[in-house]
């Protein structure tokens, strides 16, 4: 799986003519360095892939890329970092890596290179960048340790983020009259009557596989219905009156979905949509633009999009990767500068182009790409309410997270006690929480 | 003097490289694993910045509800096929241990399963159960039956069914050569003596059988605790933890869970767990053979 590509040649002939007809600029100091990067294999990165020629055009930096699967990327990567010199001068991470990373002090904090006149660019316009993500991917040691405040500061810049929409089959909900669902009532109720009105179709497809899967998808739904995992004292109150209401709304829709919803992971639920045997579909945007592909879809050109619908507040999904430096790196600075490069204005645009995921409202709000991917405008508005607090990323989190995870499949296929199910997180996730140290100061 | 010693000591200059290859290859990891179960290990550190929590990671684990539910289903998951798989597999043998034509062919047919990667066996059943699209429930409906929800109500039973397809044919090929390099003599003696095709069957062929029965069935059953790709393809461990077998835990305690030590200790159980079944059933083993020699000795005096 690994695959590496070098753009090489022609840089280094640029760069030599660069400096040789002494044209200086930021770039020529690195000229002819060769960078190591580690990405995913995932569409935005794929997307990214094909800008980097551009970039080594432009600077005279060459990159290499070292594409791994991304959960073998995680692996990989915590073998590098803990090395002495590391092989990599670059990396995208997975959004809860930031707590395992950081806390073992393992990337750059970007301050110093944000300071470095030589290095920061004064057109990047970080205010541009999508402030939910910055948050949940780039910054840690604030609020709670992962989320931003007063004492938090910048380890990445997100690249590849992702928030949750909605789509649904406008054809569908046109037949039968049903709205656009803008609430969480109103999208239940959608979910179940569907079923009855389209015999053979599903509500809507989610995520629920036992583990991972089934905890995000209960996650998806109890940041907007008003819960938290912990309180601000790290108690857990995933129990409460929002979390059970939010088990039941995963429950109702996996009864009210597509067959055999309860094995889905995303790429199933994502294929139940695509080939119609469901109505609706709440997840990620990476999905979005393949249900707008004939060759792969059987619903292109029918489908909706909608903001996550609202239960007491509006807060969709943050997640994804983002891209940081290695303290082990060999070549920081010029890391440095091919990550603002990516994530400029103008690199996030031709990312964008290639359908990958914008980094930037400025993107989002481009007449371009709207008319290349019509449902664009929708993601940027969504993206406001992108709550980077809707699952705590924090070391623990791991272990909690398949908790929960398993323990909603019980609910999901056992009929399980929600109450109890939840009870019964709670208590665990608070022994746990006690033996990481996180009720040494009451 | 010399030469004696030098004579002594001949044996072991032989064995040497043996014991060394050996000290490298399979104690040093199992000691390594040992250590690492005794620490609170993050793949983050290295080993030596790991802390020492002594014991803490077994009685941890001892009073872990998940664990010791991870447990049984590897118990329940191990027991079934491994009995399903040694009733089909010499059942098969015994009933294929004669000369039809083709048999070469048909033989060559048995065994394919399992030389197919665990993790397309994976894939493969995980289509063939798929609800809706799937070969079985298509199958169903086509007859008119319900549909049943293989992985999801009854994923134990599908996962097992699974391995018992892949894994027959281990037992089917090992009971066969067994049976085919069985003493044609006691086999024509009992015909002689009008022995039934299934009096054979219970009395000599199985009886003599016997020892390359239990280590089939030890090999069985060490490789049914450890499987894990299929059941990392077709379930997950899902739902909830119903078919989470110990190996799939121990992976996710290392990979997810992040805790090395504890994923250490678990393979400590395991490991633990498998000598027992092992010194067990060679125990068994002896017990019979010291019974037949007893016998075999009574018989002797008697006669």
């Avoid at chain 2, 048909?106 to 289509?127: C, D, E, H, K, S």
């Avoid at chain 2, 199958?139 to 599908?158: C, I, K, M, P, Y």
Wanted: proline share 5%; net charge negative; charged share 20%.
């Amino acid at each position: 799986m690994l695959k590496s590509i070098t753009y090489g040649a022609v840089a280094a002939l640029l760069a030599t003519s660069a400096i040789a007809d002494g044209h200086g600029g930021p770039y020529a100091e690195y000229a002819g360095t060769t960078l190591v990067v580690n990405f995913p294999a995932h569409p935005h990165y794929n997307a990214a892939m094909k800008v980097l020629p551009e970039f080594t055009k432009e600077t005279g930096i060459e990159v290499e890329v070292d594409q791994l699967p991304y959960l073998k990327m995680r692996e990989r990567q915590t073998l590098e970092l803990a090395q002495d010199e590391g092989e990599y001068d670059l990396i995208a991470y997975v959004v809860f890596s930031k707590a395992d990373y950081v806390f073992a002090d393992q990337l750059e904090n970007l301050a110093k290179y944000f300071m470095d006149p030589k290095l920061a660019d004064p057109s990047y316009d970080a205010a541009d960048l999508i402030d939910g993500y910055v948050q949940n991917i780039g910054v840690a040691g604030g609020t709670k340790g992962y989320l931003p405040g007063a004492t938090g500061s910048l380890f990445g810049i997100p690249f590849g983020s992702e928030t949750s929409v909605l789509a649904y089959r406008k054809d569908i909900f046109e037949k039968h009259g049903i709205a656009e669902p803008e609430t969480y009532d109103q999208l239940l109720d959608a979910a179940c009557a569907i079923p009855e009105l389209e015999p053979g179709m599903g509500g809507m497809a989610s995520r629920a596989a036992s583990g991972h899967q089934a905890s995000h998808a209960f996650l998806l739904h109890l940041a907007p219905l008003g819960g938290r995992v912990f309180d601000d004292a790290w108690e857990p109150i995933i129990n409460n009156a929002a979390g059970v209401e939010a088990a039941e709304a995963l429950k109702t829709i996996v009864d009210c979905g597509p067959e055999g919803s309860m094995a889905f992971g995303p790429a199933e639920a994502a294929n139940a949509f695509s080939s119609g045997a469901a109505a609706m579909f709440l997840d990620s945007i990476a999905f979005m633009p393949g249900f707008e592909d004939p060759s792969r879809s059987s619903v292109a050109g029918k489908v909706g999009y909608a903001m996550h619908p609202m239960g007491v507040r509006r807060g969709s999904q943050t997640g994804g990767f983002g891209i940081a430096i290695p303290k082990n790196a060999e070549n920081k600075e010029a890391a440095f500068l091919l990550m603002q490069w990516l994530t400029s204005k103008k690199g996030d645009l031709m990312v964008a182009m290639e359908g990958g995921n914008p980094s930037r409202f400025s993107t989002y709000q481009d007449a371009g790409l709207n008319e290349k991917f019509p449902f664009s405008a929708t993601f940027g508005e969504a993206l406001e309410f992108a709550d980077p607090d809707w699952r705590p990323i924090i070391p623990t989190w791991g272990k909690i997270n398949a908790d929960i995870g398993t323990t909603m499949s019980k609910v999901l296929t056992e009929d399980l006690d929600i109450q109890e199910a939840l009870d019964g997180v709670a208590e665990r996730a608070r022994a746990i929480m006690d033996e990481a140290g996180y009720y040494t100061w009451q | 003097m010399s030469t004696a010693r030098a004579n002594r000591m001949t044996p072991y200059l032989f064995m040497a490289p043996a014991a060394v290859i050996m000290g490298i290859a399979l104690l040093y990891p199992l000691g390594y694993m040992v250590y690492g179960s005794f620490l609170d290990w993050d793949p983050s550190q290295a080993i030596y910045e790991a802390e020492f929590v002594g014991l803490k990671n077994y009685v941890t684990l001892w009073n872990d509800a998940a664990f010791r539910e991870s447990l049984s289903v590897t118990l329940i998951f191990a027991s079934a096929v491994v009995t399903a798989e040694m009733v089909l597999g010499v059942g098969l043998a015994l009933l294929l241990d004669r000369n039809i034509r083709g048999m070469s062919v048909l033989r060559t047919l048995f065994i394919l399963p399992m030389m197919i990667a665990p993790v397309v066996v994976g894939l493969m059943w995980r289509y063939m159960y798929h609800p809706t699209v799937g070969t079985f429930n298509r199958f169903l409906t086509d007859w008119g039956f319900e549909r049943v929800d293989w992985l999801g109500q009854h994923a134990l039973l599908s996962v097992i069914i699974a391995d018992i397809w892949q894994w027959t044919p281990f037992i089917f090929i090992l009971s066969l050569a067994a049976l085919q390099s069985l003493p044609r003599s006691a086999l024509e003696a009992a015909r002689i003596d009008g022995a039934t095709a299934w009096q054979q069957i219970v009395h000599i062929k199985l009886p003599l059988m016997m020892p390359v029965l239990i280590v089939t069935m030890l090999l069985r059953l060490i490789d049914a605790f450890k499987v894990l790709e299929v059941i990392l393809v077709m379930t997950e461990g899902g739902p909830g933890l119903s078919t989470e077998i110990v190996a799939l835990r121990i992976s996710r305690t290392a990979t997810e869970f992040r805790e090395l030590g504890t994923a250490a200790a678990m393979s400590n159980y395991l490991l633990i767990l498998l000598l027992i079944f092992t010194v067990a059933m060679f125990a068994i083993t002896r017990a019979q053979e010291a019974r037949g020699r007893r016998l075999a000795r009574q018989i002797e005096e008697e006669g």
